[in-house]
């Protein structure tokens, strides 16, 4: 029975906290929750938070390995059922806007149910129960996320056709066809392990046919390979795994974190700037990734106009990680990606940076939409906001960019205001606040607020071949390890369904356009036509199953 009361006291717990939204949403419904903006939109995620513990996967036991994942939204604090919300107001204002002050350490961070519950994608149950098995045939991995298309949809679809799904998966469960609508494809993982040579001497033991010819040199050989090499990833693709085909990549957590932190590569932080099914959690990563996202964010704001709307501030956080990918200027990669990703997963994004926009002082909602409680889970609203282009708080934004990341911006601009290199350092060392690994909002001094000044076009121009100098190197010689770790037979099958992904998109590209000009008639097609199309369109629903190794798919 004793062991009985922790679960018992969490689930008290787990209920009062559901209660408690339950009457802020009932407020919010009769008038009762006045007052400012941000009371309004804390009640409307306060709202969204309660359908997390009543519908979906919250409302459910979940396995041991994913236990972490339940929670709800870390930046808006349940909302004091009383008549007045000014104290509660306060309290999620200090909240959303001082955590970068507030958790400088991983160790200080409370449960995922106060911080970081906006990285925790919603999908459907049974779906996730399933991927939630995947982990379970390796050992020594604390965190998980599955990410991509075979994930999220990047595509509406026609429904389940469960013939196609056998095509790409050996034996896929029905909520895996049902999910992926018919489209069947290959699900991404990556998995952070805290030792890599011991990840690989026990997966090597387990599941030496995961690996190419290298894995006969030994764990000390293949971690070698994927810690010095490309952006310290090491994939395993094409591998069936409880009748599902599956790819997986393997990276260290501190490598992890500190490309979440710092953007030393953005070859994952990249990924994770996109919705993800985190299945395994980690406080160490959950802070980085937090960091990450409202870098991201400020990354965004730098690059758009005054005025915006959701799908395009979306759109340029999404695009980061391919700006400087070598795929995106060949035939290997849809051309219409990012727009596929973020038009097919508005709620997830919104999940994502909502919380984040809140707390920052400088960008804001504004559209009528949002004083509609249930805008947040609508897929086809694409509200406006704006932005204050202050040099002063845009110099602050130019700040806080990550540490790499900055260090490469600066020098771009010491190099065009032709600064002394004596003088720009001695500048560098008065400004600099950073301390170990501590999170501390830094204000921008005269050299950021000039480079915040910058017409806008001109300051696009430079942080875009920042992101490009940022991720080419890596993204490249990842793809040329890849020859490596998958075997020139995978390497090859990989390649070809890209080519033919990208070919599909330009001829699909292709008939719209002439639609648009000429009309339906236009496009109207022969026999032969029809009967070659049809083909095409087999051949790309099973190339799709090659998901892409740059992380747009990232994505509960």
């Known amino acids: 029975m004793a062991s009985l009361r922790p679960l018992h006291s969490r689930f008290l717990g787990l209920h009062a906290h559901s209660i408690a939204m339950l009457r802020s949403c009932a407020q919010l419904q009769h008038g009762r929750v006045q007052g400012s903006a941000l009371g309004r939109r804390a009640a409307q995620i306060q709202y969204m938070n309660y359908s997390q513990f009543t519908e979906g996967p919250q409302n459910e036991k979940d396995t041991p390995d994913s236990a972490s994942s339940k929670s709800s939204d870390p930046s808006h604090p349940t909302i004091s059922p009383s008549p007045s919300t000014s104290s509660s107001t306060e309290t999620i204002s200090s909240v959303l806007s001082n955590w970068e002050d507030t958790y400088t350490s991983a160790n200080q961070l409370p449960p995922v149910t106060e911080f970081g519950m906006n990285q925790h994608m919603r999908i459907n149950d049974a779906f996730k129960k399933v991927l939630q098995t995947i982990p379970w045939e390796f050992d020594a991995v604390p965190y998980v996320f599955a990410y991509g298309s075979g994930v999220f949809p990047q595509s509406s679809s026609n429904g389940p056709k469960s013939s196609s799904a056998i095509s790409v998966h050996s034996n896929p469960p029905d909520a895996v066809v ?18 890599t ?23 000390g050989a293949v971690s070698r390979v994927q810690d010095n090499y490309g952006a310290g990833v090491y994939y395993n ?10 790819k997986y990549g393997v990276v260290n957590i501190d490598t992890l974190c500190q490309d979440l932190s710092e953007w030393q590569t953005l070859y994952i932080a990249g990924r994770l700037q996109k919705p993800v099914k985190i299945l395994r959690d980690h406080p160490k990563v959950r802070l980085a990734n937090q960091i990450n996202l409202i870098s991201a964010l400020r990354t965004a704001l730098l690059l758009l106009p005054p005025s915006f ?39 997830n994004f919104r999940r994502l940076y909502s919380p984040l926009i809140d707390g920052l002082p400088n960008v804001q909602f504004n559209d009528s939409k949002t004083s509609d409680p249930y805008w947040f889970s609508d897929p086809t609203a694409n509200v406006r906001l704006v932005q204050d282009m202050d040099p002063i708080k845009r110099g602050n934004m130019v700040r806080r960019l990550p540490k790499a990341f900055r260090s490469k911006l600066y020098f771009q601009y010491q190099s065009k205001y032709q600064i002394p290199q004596l003088e720009f350092n001695k500048m560098m060392e008065n400004s600099a606040d950073e301390q170990g690994n501590k999170i501390r909002r830094r204000e921008g001094g005269e050299f950021e607020r000039r480079i915040a000044s910058e017409p806008p076009e ?10 490009k100098k940022t991720i080419a190197w890596p993204s490249a010689s990842q793809s040329v390890k890849g020859l490596v ?29 002439l639609e648009d000009t000429e009309g339906p008639a236009a496009t109207e097609q022969s026999p032969s036509d029809k009967v070659a199309e049809k083909v095409d369109t087999s051949k790309q629903s099973e190339e799709d199953g090659g998901s892409t190794t740059r992380g747009v798919e990232k994505t509960l």
Not at 181 to 193: L, Q
Not at 237 to 245: D, E, H, M, P, V
Request: aromatic share 10%.
């Open 237 to 246: 693709t094409y591998i069936n795994c409880r009748g599902l085909l599956i």
């Open 309 to 347: 709307t959701e799908k395009e501030l979306y759109g340029t956080i999404a695009s980061i990680s391919y700006l400087g990918d070598p795929r995106m200027s060949l035939p290997a990669e849809d051309p219409s990606k990012v727009a596929n990703i973020v038009g097919n997963n508005i709620p």
């Open 178 to 195: 049902e999910a992926q609508g018919g489209n069947p494809k290959m699900i991404d993982f990556i998995f952070g392990v805290t030792h």
């Open 458 to 467: 001109d300051l696009g121009n430079v942080v875009r071949g920042v992101i």
């Open 485 to 513: 770790t998958a075997g020139f037979a995978k390497s090859w099958r990989y390649a070809n369904e890209k080519r033919d992904k990208y070919f599909a998109a330009k001829q699909k590209e292709k008939q719209k356009a």
């Open 197 to 219: 040579q011991h990840f690989h001497s026990l997966n090597l033991r387990r599941h030496r046919d995961h690996y190419s010819a290298l894995g006969a040199l030994g764990s």
